[in-house]
């Protein structure tokens, strides 16, 4: 066999070795308000490769939350926030760390979703995360009607081409056969009610709560409006009080705890 080839299957077979290794492990993040834990995704493999080697490293260690922000998110481990003086802005992260997004849309930001943040789009564009930090969902519970509000709201421009496109050219015929022959009006009203939401979905932007998503959204809360934006790697499966003690610190007007929450260790089994 040839050497070179056999050297790139080898280093293949360590790299799959090693994501399996990582995938469905249980993160322990011990901090001085109480304990997190969460589990990791088996599908985001370099992310949640990234996120054990720097917890393996001890680089989480010491860091604070540095930025809290009830029924939205907390967000910690900096580098910067090992030393920063009480009242001191710090979080900024660290480019160094940036690696490519991994989205899945079967993952969204319900309560309790461990995701990484990222540098806004006028400076990344490629949306890439910054792994030296990380942020959990506090969220908040949304109703039924204000997800059907949501979709229309966002949907309404898409709509209204699909309107135009399908329903106006035989508005008027569909009105006179309404008064005529209600079985076959029904029939077309729901054959154009089909195509709409066929073009909806398939437009770019639209918005349309699966029922995952609005069973989650409904009855544990989370934040829909962060879905398509960053990559989600994990999620909490104990420690909720211990999320919504965060959440709910009192803070300064950069969002910092006034009274320093502080990551104690993030261990990985």
């Known amino acids: 066999m040839n050497k070179i080839y056999y050297l790139i299957l080898v280093l293949l077979a360590s790299l799959g070795t090693a994501q399996a290794q990582n995938a469905g492990k249980t993160v322990t993040i011990q901090t001085n308000v109480g304990t997190i834990k969460a589990q990791l995704y088996d599908d985001v493999p370099n992310h949640v490769r990234a996120f054990v080697n720097r917890a393996r490293q001890g680089e989480f260690n010491g860091t604070l939350f540095t930025r809290v922000i009830k029924e939205f998110m907390i967000q910690g481990g900096a580098p910067d926030s090992k030393t920063a003086p009480p ?18 849309d079967k993952y969204f930001h319900k309560r309790g979703a461990l995701a990484a943040p990222r540098q806004n789009d006028d400076v990344n564009p490629q949306k890439k995360s910054d792994m030296s930090q990380f942020f959990i969902v506090q969220g908040k519970v949304y109703r039924n009607g204000e997800l059907d509000t949501l979709e229309l709201i966002a949907n309404q421009d898409i709509r209204k081409k699909a309107l135009d496109k399908f329903y106006r050219p035989v508005a008027v015929e569909l009105k006179m056969q309404k008064q005529t022959n209600k079985r076959e009006y029904s029939k077309r009203i729901k054959a154009i009610n089909i195509k709409i939401d066929s073009m ?70």
């Not at 009242?87 to 899945?104: H, K, L, T, V």
């Not at 909720?240 to 260790?265: E, G, H, M, W």
């Open 87 to 104: 009242g001191a802005r710090c979080g900024f992260g660290d480019s160094s760390a940036e690696i490519m997004p991994e989205m899945n």
């Open 200 to 269: 909806i979905q398939a437009t770019p932007g639209h918005l349309l709560f699966t029922d995952e998503q609005r069973k989650a959204y409904t009855t544990i809360g989370g934040c829909h409006h962060l879905d398509g934006i960053y990559t989600i790697f994990g999620e909490v499966t104990e420690g909720f009080d211990v999320l919504d003690t965060i959440a709910n610190q009192p803070k300064d007007q950069y969002d910092r705890p006034k009274k320093d929450i502080r990551i104690i260790s993030v261990t990985v089994e």
